[in-house]
């Protein structure tokens, strides 16, 4: 995997997919029809609808960038059991207070509801990669340094 590259399960590329087709067909014409609306109530140059509709546009266009460039470089697949956190793991993890919590091990584009996400760029998400059951981690965030104890690693099935 490359840095350009973005790993996705197959639930959620085929999410992304939904959105992409979603924008390019039933998105633009909808953005075009409020932009026609806004132009027939006359001088675009003070139009705050018009001028609404073209930002709404520009937004929209940027996401279907962004989902194209994404579905392209992504690396789908499923993660391997291995008792090793990876990407595309369920962590258990207890903290220093004793209290288990489970973390979804993947980049943000995998977000689950019902999960909490632990990014594999951010400090968390880089301190449980490679760690095995029992073992310590410990990262610096904002909050100060924080330990926890890998209590189960799973892959995510969904």
Known sequence: MTDQTTWLTPGAQKKLQEEFETLT?????????????????????ENADYDAAKNEQGMMEARIRQLKHILETAEVREAEDTGVVQ???????????????????????????????????GPLGSALLGAAIGDEVSYEAPGGTFTMRIEAVRPFEG
Do not use: C, K, Q
């Not at 029809?33 to 140059?45: C, F, K, L, N, V």
């Open 25 to 45: 067909t039933e998105g633009r014409v909808e953005i075009e029809e409020r932009i026609a609306e806004a132009r027939s109530h006359g001088d675009i140059r």
């Open 87 to 121: 990407i595309g793991t369920i962590v258990t993890v207890v903290d220093s207070d004793g209290d288990p919590t489970e973390y979804f091990v993947a980049p943000t584009e995998n977000r689950i509801p019902g999960f909490l996400l632990a990014s594999p760029s």
